[in-house]
């Protein structure tokens, strides 16, 4: 604030950290010059929130309008996640001990979904393959259901914690199965990673604000 007239703050969701609610009790110190936005994203998804954080502050939009703009569109996005191992959900308390040792043992790929506040289970499969295959019809049936009046508004993005190499394996997958739209890309952040492990791969969709 010594350098400009309004903070805009784009936490991780408030169901997935405390650091949301802490950031709005300290904005209260403030009078109104820090707007903190409580629009339940993660990932790439909060990424497409500060890209469209900037283009309205661009056109002239104040933080406090730019915050509702956010907040009224917070629902406008999907995550799908698949997971290589059980154990760190065990660990975080997610699953219990036997779950996770039948789902190794059976080789079951829970697949997780982020849609609105919290990680959801979405589905169970067996193999990569079989995975990979419920992730992209499930953005696709978004696409085609939730998000049909806005289809042409929807940037697609993947996240990842496997390699770089099977990430743009899995994004050229994605490409190919929805060649007509952007697909953005980044590592899934820590705060995500810690709980579900290493290998993990997830697609999203998002309405960009026009």
């Not at 802490?22 to 890209?51: C, F, H, P």
């Not at 502050?57 to 569109?73: D, F, H, N, P, V």
């Not at 743009?168 to 980044?186: D, L, N, S």
């Amino acid at each position: 604030l010594k350098e400009y007239d309004e903070i805009l703050y784009i936490p991780m969701s408030s169901g997935l950290s405390g650091s949301c609610q802490t950031a709005i009790m300290l904005a209260d110190d403030y009078d109104g010059k820090v707007q903190v936005v409580n629009n339940q994203r993660i990932s790439v998804t909060q990424e497409q929130s500060a890209l469209d954080a900037r283009d309205l502050a661009a056109k002239g939009y104040e933080a406090a309008q730019i915050k509702e703009i956010l907040e009224r569109t917070k629902y406008e996005s999907s995550i799908y996640i698949t997971l290589t191992t059980l154990k760190y959900l065990k660990k975080g308390g997610r699953i219990t001990p036997a779950a996770a040792a039948l789902g190794t043992l059976l080789r079951i790929k829970p697949v997780l979904t982020i849609q609105g506040e919290k990680l959801d289970a979405f589905s169970k499969v067996r193999g990569w393959k079989a995975a990979k295959r419920t992730m992209l019809k499930a953005i696709e049936k978004d696409l085609n259901d939730r998000f049909a009046d806005v289809r042409e508004d929807m940037v697609l993005g993947m996240a990842y914690t496997c390699s770089k190499e099977e990430a743009q394996e899995w994004k050229q997958e994605i490409a190919e199965k929805f060649p007509e739209y952007e697909i953005v890309e980044g590592p899934l952040s820590l705060s995500v990673a810690c709980h579900i492990g290493p290998g993990a791969m997830a697609v999203t969709c998002m309405k960009k604000v026009r």
